[in-house]
């Protein structure tokens, strides 16, 4: 029973290029969640996706940032023309949708140069 | 708005020693939930405790307890016994019911312990 899978580990991009992070929630889960952690702080909510639908970005930054959570397949983060703040630990977490079930993976880190 | 406060950047504990990490929290809400997360050098983040606002009991799991005071809105995570491997950052955070579940973090609090 495989827990919340995050690809790649590690991701090193240029200044400009896109970055695609991927989120496979744990078996069962239909609710996916999206965190950014900048260093030193703590995780800040970006995005909450249920199959095909977008619940809630309110955490999403309006430009370069769009996420997806497809009927087949990972959930994906993407973000388009990176710059060096978006340098973070971007951490996806899958849930039931009730009760106290919550599973973060173990991130992605994304590093601009 | 949620907000969580962790006030403690830094901590000592001796090894085998019991040490406190303090949370307070301010919500309106009526249902919420509270989530304490370990995140070691490696950075993965382990859950280590929920405690649901209705509760009555003071959430336990192994050498982790969670002192919560709700009309204090506080939810202090307690280690006893110490080990080298609790060092680590340590995360307080709370889940609104009616909003969406998503979680709102603390700034977090570094555990050294030492030997």
């Known amino acids: 029973n495989a827990g919340v899978m995050q690809n790649p580990r590690h991701l090193v991009r240029r200044r400009g290029q896109e970055a695609r992070l991927r989120c496979s929630p744990m078996?069962?889960?239909?609710?996916v969640y999206w965190y950014r952690q900048l260093p030193e702080e703590g995780l800040k909510f970006m995005v909450y996706l249920q199959k095909e639908n977008i619940i809630d970005e309110s955490g999403m930054p309006k430009e370069r940032f769009s996420a997806e959570f497809p009927k087949e397949g990972p959930s994906i983060l993407r973000i388009q023309q990176v710059v060096r703040g978006d340098s973070a630990a971007y951490f996806c977490a899958s849930s039931t949708g009730g009760g106290e079930g919550y599973t973060f993976g173990s991130g992605t880190r994304l590093t601009v140069v | 708005a949620q907000k969580i406060t962790q006030t403690q950047p830094g901590m000592f504990v001796q090894e085998k020693e019991a040490v406190t990490l303090d949370c307070t929290y301010d919500t309106s809400d009526q249902s919420y939930g509270l989530f304490w997360y370990k995140q070691p050098s490696s950075g993965e983040m382990i859950f280590l405790i929920y405690?649901?606002?209705?509760?009555?009991q003071n959430a336990t799991e192994g050498r982790y307890s969670l002192n919560f005071q709700k009309a204090r809105k506080s939810a202090n995570l307690v280690i006893s016994a110490s080990q080298l491997g609790d060092s680590a950052m340590y995360f307080c955070?709370?889940?609104?019911?009616?909003?969406?579940?998503?979680?709102?973090f603390g700034g977090g609090t570094r555990l050294m312990v030492k030997p």
């Open positions: 955070a709370m889940r609104d019911h009616n909003a969406g579940n998503m979680l709102t």
């Open positions: 405690q649901g606002s209705y509760d009555e």
């Open positions: 078996k069962g889960h239909s609710h």
